[in-house]
């Protein structure tokens, strides 16, 4: 038996039972429409998302009113009857599929925006000011504490809200009491500054979250089922810790259906890459503050937070630590995934590599999209496109990197006829160095799959064959795509031609660095990851800058930059921005202040690792251009960009053949 089988289970959901014990976790798509009511794109992401085989499909974060609860623009609402009409629809596609249907009620507290809520204060437990908003460009806001009358008004607006769900079609709600938003608020030690009832003691912090649920079940009877979702821990000095949420899980458990368990607190950014867990972490960020909450409790408990692998979920199912899982992020980069794993398929699964593309857009409030899934929240687009293209073409991909896989396998898969040339004798380009070093295993899933891909594609690959004109035209192609990737900017500094000088890319492909103490050049992404790699191998390492910026947008989202840079502490490791490199020698490199005026001083060096930027390599491009009406030109020799750029590009151009 496989681990996964035990997730195929049906799981007791208050009277309901939900087919298996996958939820999708609820994932803001920032694509309502102006007035927050649901749009088509809604719908038709949720018929994808509930085709793809979970047990219970939770919609996004929904505010409860538009008075002071909303905290993104393009976010839905249940503050009216106005919003019951098109939010049918989307309970409705998802119990055409046999899931349960849910949605996540939220009011931002805090967290709300002043500017969405017609320019009133946000309100919280206690009165402070601060930047608490997702998108922390909106900059400083006044909080007002909240009076009794206005604790009243909102947990009636809970109520009216889930009781809208209800008549919506919706099977269930999941009540959002974590992440730093209201529930949350009034429950952490460090936001509540209460002294009348609902602050002090655990139980005065937990009364306004459990009124809120004694209000739901009034209004909404016995029979519809409420999930509760909590930070077992806000992950910031002072907040609620796994203790304090385990008697709180204790206070609640028979008011609640569902508990579902992650971390951390929205208004505090560096809590982010741990609430919505960065690529450098393990799997299973939650698995055993879950599991400390199941022991004690016995409602059933889920969790959540890098749950990548329905074996590994399953493995954790069935030592009992939790007893169900819910995934967003690897449902966003394949909303098959329990289908497919479920039928055996699990190698077509297409992994997210955790690169929170998806989370930067969202807390911009640009409509969601994912990295690898280029269809994603874009379903009801791609919708009507015809699964083969109206005329068959011989098309020619220069580059098997990311953007050009992708552009080879979306073309073949639409009945082209595809040869793909790649210079190097394997397919992956930067991908190798993205998924080299051990924390990046996500990565490494990803490659595997794309190249699984293309094996099982109809795609003629030619490795190891630079592509020339000459080639190219042989083919006699209709049709030419250019992903022939970056290069490094060359630098003008001494001693870079020493043999102990490497690149990054060098050493996150798995190559070796001669001796003990290395300087890296280059705090972008690949230099830190390069020198994380190295910490791990037991080598001394210092980063500095390099002049001229250093290469880092390809594999790192300024959001896990915190995690990198954590992990490096952990290793010792500081990055050193006041210093760039201004040479090398043997055994030594020369660094001078970032600040021009600050002597030069030397660092030893037994080995010199260089993170220089990237330029796109545009004159290959350019050899192809007349050999047919339009070359189209992507990814990183277009300009150097992240995966997201690579892959979007190369599923647009072969859209476009
Ligand atoms: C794009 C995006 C949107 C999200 N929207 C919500 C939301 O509406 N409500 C919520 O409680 N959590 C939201 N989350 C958090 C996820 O539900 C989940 O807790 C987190 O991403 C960790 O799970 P994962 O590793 O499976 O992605 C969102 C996460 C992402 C990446
Ligand atoms: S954008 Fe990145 S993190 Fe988000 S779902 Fe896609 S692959 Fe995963």
Known sequence: MSAYEVLMQPLKVGPLTAKNRIEAAPTLLCVAHADQSASRDIVEFYRVQAKGGAGIITVMETAIDSDRAITQPTQLNLGSDFYIPALTSVAEVIKAEGALASIQLNHGGRQAVSELNGGRNPIG??????????????????????????????????AAAAFRAKTAGFDMVMIHAGHGWLISQFVSPVVNLRTDEYGGSLENRCRFGLRVVEAIRERCGPDFPIEWRISASDLVPGGLEIEDAIQYAKIMQDKVDLFQVSAGMIGVPETYPYTHPSTYLPHGENVERAAQIKKAIRTPVGVVGAILDLDEAGEWVAAGKADFVALCRALLADPALPKKTFRGRKEDVRPCVRCNSCLTRGAHSLPVRCAVNPVAVREDYYRWLPPVAPVKKKVV?????????????????????????????????????????????????????????????????????????ELVRAEAPQEIIVAVGAEPVPLDLPGLDLPHVVTASHVLRGGTVAGQRVVVAGDGGMGLEAALALARQGKVVEVVTLPGGSAGDQTVNFVDVVVLEDLLEEKGVAPRRDLMLAAVRQGAVVVRGVDVSTPEEELSADAVVVAANLRPRSEVAAQFADLVDEVRIIGDCKAPRILFNAIHEGFEAAIEL
Do not use: C
């Open 125 to 158: 437990p206690s009165a402070m000011r601060g930047v608490f908003t997702e998108d922390r460009r909106r900059g400083e806001q006044t909080v007002e504490e909240m009076t009794h009358e206005m604790i009243e008004e909102v947990i009636e607006h809970f």
């Open 397 to 469: 991909v220069v580059g098997g990197g990311p953007a050009g896989m992708e552009a080879a396998l979306v073309a073949a898969s639409r009945g082209h006829e595809v040869v793909l040339f790649e210079k190097e004798d394997r397919l992956g380009g930067n991908l190798w160095a993205a998924s080299g070093p051990d924390f990046k295993a996500d990565w490494k899933r990803y490659l595997q799959y794309m190249l699984r891909q293309i094996e099982k594609s109809t795609v003629k690959v030619r490795l190891g064959t630079e592509a020339t004109r």
